[in-house]
C-alpha cells in the first residue's frame, strides 16, 4: 500500500464522489457525514501506519463526498423562468448545430450557467461579453428515447440545468475583456489568416484541432476517418501533443544549460509556457492533466525528490477531483487517465520479452507498444460508452504519432509566422502537401473498415474487464497465482453477466413507443429480434438516433421494418390493420373494438373514437401530434395520458 498510496488515495477520493452521485441529494448529508466522522475518529485513536493509512483512506472518502456535495448541491437563486429578457455573460463557446449557434453563459442575476442557443449566425461572442437576449429560460430536456445519450445528465455535470432558445441577441451590454477574451478573439483571427495565406482547409482544420481545441473546419468524413482508423485523439488536443510541446521546448532551450542553473531554468521556462497553452485551450481535460504530470514530475526533479510516475498520475488525478469533482464522470477524463496509466503498467511486459539493441528499431518498437497498451487499456471503457472498436489502430498509430509532430511543429511554425505577419509560400505549400498525404492514408486506411461496430457491455463486465488488464503484469512478470485466480473468476463472471442478459432477453418482450415529431414509432422486441412500426419510411438519422441505440444495449440481431396498416402474424403478436393483438392486451393505432385490456395510439393528430371503460389502461400521444390535439385529448378523455414529448418513450413488457 505503501508503494501506491497516492493511486490508493485517489481511488478513496473517487469512492466518496461517486457514493454523493448516487444520493444525487444532500438529504442524509448530515447522517452519512456524522457516520465518517466517526470511523476517523475511531482510526486516528490507534498510531500504527496501518491504522493511519485507513485514517487517511476514510479522509479521502470523506473529501470526495464533501467537494461533490458543495459542487453540485450548494444553494441557488431560482431562475425567472416567466421573463423573456436576460441579461447574459458569455463563458465559453459549445459546439454549434446547423441551426443554432451555442454558447455557455451565465446569467447575472442568479449566477447560474445556462446553456445558449442563437439562431443568428452573423455574429460571434466573446467570453466576458455580457448580452442582453431575448427568449425564455428553460429546463434541458431528458432522454425521451430509450438508452439515448442522456445530455440532461451530461450537462448538470458541467452544472448548466437550464437552456435558453433566442433568435437573435437584442444588444451587447458591455464589450468583454481578460485573458480568455483574448485568447477566443486570437483563435479566430489566427484561422482567418491562415486561410488569407492559402493554407488548405485540410491544414487549418489539423492547426485548429491540434492547437487551438477548435474543429469548426474539421469536415464529418475526415473526422470520421480519424475513428475509424482508431487514431482520432490525434485531432483533439491531448496530452501527447502537450509532451511534444514540452519536448521540442527543451530542444528549444537546449543553449541555457551552458548557465550554472541552467537545467532549473529551462524546466521552469518550459513549465511556464505549457501553463499559458493549457489556458489558453481552457483546461481541457486531457491537457490540464499533462500539464499537472509534467509539472509534477520535472518540480520533483528539481528539489531532487524521487519519481515515481504512478505518483505522479495519481496526485494529477487527485488534484483534478478536488477542482472539479463532476470530471470522474467524463468520458475524456477516463480515457485520459486510463491510457496514461496502462501504458505505464504494461509496457514492461513488452520490455521483458521483446528487446532490441538498434535504436531506430527500438523507437519503432516503443510506438507499438504505447499504442497496443494504450488501445487495450482504453477497451473497456471506448466499448462501454462507444459501442466499438477498431483494429486498425496499429496501423493509424504507427504512422500518425511521428507525423503528428511534424504536424505540431509546421504548426506552431505556421503561427509564429503568422503572428510576424510572415508568409513564405514554399513553406505553406509543403506543409499542405504533408497534411493531404497523410489525410490521404488514413482515408485509404479506413476503407479496410475493420472496425467492430454495435458491441454492448455493461458497466459491471467493463469494470472486471479492467480487473483483468491490471492483473496481467503480476500474471505475466510474476506468474502470480492469486492473479490467475482473479483473472479466472472475472472471465467466468463477464460470461455469468453475458449469459443472464441474453437469458433475460430472449425470455421477454416489450412494445416501444417512441418520441419522434416527424414519424410515428413503435417496435415490438421479442427476444433478441426486433419489428418496428411506423407512419413514414424511416431515414438514416432516424435509426441512427432513436432505434439503435435500443439495438445496441438489448443485442438486437435482426430488424424488420413495416407501416402501421401492415397486417400479418408474429409468434408474440397478430398485426391486424388498426390494432396489434396480443394475448395480454390490445394497442389500438386507429378506430377498433376490444374486449380485452388495451391501450390507445393518438397519432398524427388524428383523433378517433375508443372505448374509455374499464378495460382501458392508457391513452399515448406521441410526439407526431399538434399541441391543439393534445389539449382536446386531455379535456375529452377521463383516463390518465402519457404524452411522449414530455414524459419520453412509453413501454410495455409482456
Not at 136 to 143: L, N, S, V
Not at 540 to 569: C, E, G, M, N
Request: charged share 15%; aromatic share 14%; glycine share 4%.
Amino acid at each position: 500500500m505503501k508503494k501506491y498510496i497516492f493511486l490508493t488515495l485517489t481511488i478513496c477520493l473517487s469512492i466518496g464522489i461517486i457514493v454523493s452521485d448516487l444520493l444525487n441529494s444532500a438529504t442524509n448529508l448530515r447522517i452519512i457525514f456524522l457516520v465518517m466522522i466517526c470511523l476517523l475518529l475511531a482510526c486516528l485513536i490507534k498510531s500504527s501506519f496501518r491504522q493511519n493509512i485507513y485514517s487517511f483512506l476514510i479522509t479521502s472518502i470523506i473529501l470526495g463526498f464533501y467537494l461533490h456535495q458543495h459542487y453540485n448541491f450548494k444553494e441557488k437563486k431560482e431562475i425567472n423562468t416567466s421573463s423573456e429578457v436576460h441579461l447574459l455573460k458569455i463563458i465559453s463557446k459549445a459546439s454549434s448545430s446547423i441551426k443554432f449557434t451555442n454558447y455557455i453563459a451565465e446569467d447575472i442575476e442568479t449566477s447560474q450557467q445556462i446553456f445558449l442557443h442563437l439562431k443568428d449566425k452573423t455574429q460571434l461572442y466573446f467570453p466576458e461579453d455580457i448580452l442582453i437576449v431575448d427568449g425564455k429560460i428553460k429546463d434541458i430536456q431528458p432522454a425521451l428515447n430509450p438508452n439515448q445519450f442522456n445530455y440532461k445528465q451530461f450537462l448538470r455535470r458541467k452544472n448548466i440545468h437550464s437552456q435558453l432558445f433566442s433568435d437573435k441577441v437584442i444588444t451587447i451590454h458591455k464589450k468583454g475583456n481578460g485573458f480568455y477574451n483574448w485568447a477566443s478573439k486570437s483563435k479566430l483571427l489566427v484561422r482567418e489568416k491562415l486561410k488569407e495565406n492559402g493554407y488548405s482547409t485540410e491544414s487549418r482544420a489539423i492547426i485548429s484541432s491540434m492547437l487551438l481545441g477548435d474543429k469548426t473546419e474539421l469536415s464529418e468524413e475526415l473526422n470520421q476517418n480519424y475513428i475509424t482508423t482508431g487514431v482520432v485523439h490525434i485531432l483533439a488536443i491531448s496530452g501527447l501533443h502537450v509532451m511534444m510541446i514540452f519536448i521540442l521546448l527543451q530542444y528549444i532551450l537546449q543553449p541555457l544549460l551552458y548557465l550554472k542553473k541552467g537545467r532549473k531554468i529551462r524546466i521552469i521556462i518550459s513549465l511556464i509556457v505549457i501553463w499559458f497553452f493549457a489556458f489558453y485551450v481552457e483546461l481541457k481535460t486531457p491537457v490540464f492533466r499533462s500539464a499537472l504530470m509534467i509539472s509534477i514530475y520535472y518540480i520533483s526533479d528539481i528539489i531532487n525528490r524521487s519519481k515515481n510516475i504512478f505518483h505522479t498520475l495519481s496526485l494529477a488525478a487527485f488534484i483534478i477531483l478536488v477542482f472539479q469533482p463532476n470530471a470522474l464522470f467524463d468520458v475524456g477524463f477516463q480515457l485520459s487517465f486510463s491510457a496514461v496509466f496502462f501504458i505505464v503498467w504494461l509496457n514492461p511486459i513488452f520490455d521483458n520479452f521483446w528487446k532490441i539493441k538498434n535504436n531506430l528499431l527500438h523507437q519503432i518498437k516503443g510506438i507499438i507498444t504505447t499504442s497496443i497498451s494504450a488501445q487495450i487499456g482504453t477497451l473497456p471503457v471506448s466499448i462501454f460508452y462507444f459501442n466499438q472498436f477498431s483494429g486498425l489502430f496499429l496501423f493509424g498509430n504507427l504512422i500518425l504519432i511521428p507525423a503528428s509532430f511534424i504536424m505540431i511543429c509546421g504548426g506552431l511554425i505556421s503561427i509564429f509566422l503568422i503572428v510576424f505577419n510572415i508568409k513564405i509560400d514554399a513553406f505553406i505549400w509543403l506543409y499542405n502537401q504533408f497534411i493531404h498525404l497523410i489525410n490521404s492514408y488514413i482515408h485509404w486506411l479506413a476503407e479496410f473498415s475493420f472496425i467492430a461496430k454495435d458491441i454492448y457491455i455493461s458497466f459491471f463486465t467493463a469494470l472486471l474487464i479492467t480487473v483483468i488488464l491490471f492483473c496481467l503484469k503480476f500474471l505475466i512478470l510474476n506468474k502470480s497465482k492469486v492473479a490467475l485466480f482473479i483473472t479466472i473468476g472475472c472471465f467466468f463472471l463477464i460470461e455469468l453477466d453475458r449469459l443472464y442478459q441474453v437469458i433475460q432477453l430472449n425470455t421477454s418482450n416489450e412494445l416501444i413507443v417512441y418520441n419522434q415529431y416527424k414519424n410515428s414509432i413503435i417496435s415490438i422486441r421479442n427476444g433478441r429480434s426486433l419489428t418496428v412500426f411506423s407512419s413514414h419510411k424511416i431515414d438514416d438519422k432516424t435509426y441512427h438516433y432513436i432505434l439503435k441505440p435500443y439495438k445496441v444495449k438489448h443485442r438486437i440481431k435482426q430488424i424488420d421494418y413495416f407501416s402501421y396498416t401492415a397486417k400479418f402474424k408474429h409468434s408474440a403478436f397478430i398485426k391486424h390493420e388498426n390494432y396489434i393483438e396480443t394475448k395480454s392486451f390490445n394497442f389500438l393505432l386507429d378506430k377498433a373494438k376490444s374486449d380485452s385490456p388495451f391501450y390507445v395510439l393518438i397519432h398524427q393528430s388524428k383523433l378517433y373514437p375508443f372505448q374509455d371503460n374499464n378495460n382501458l389502461k392508457r391513452v399515448i400521444a406521441d410526439a407526431s401530434n399538434y399541441p391543439s390535439v393534445i389539449s382536446e385529448l386531455e379535456n375529452n378523455s377521463n383516463s390518465s395520458l402519457w404524452k411522449t414529448s414530455e414524459k419520453g418513450y412509453f413501454s410495455i413488457k409482456f
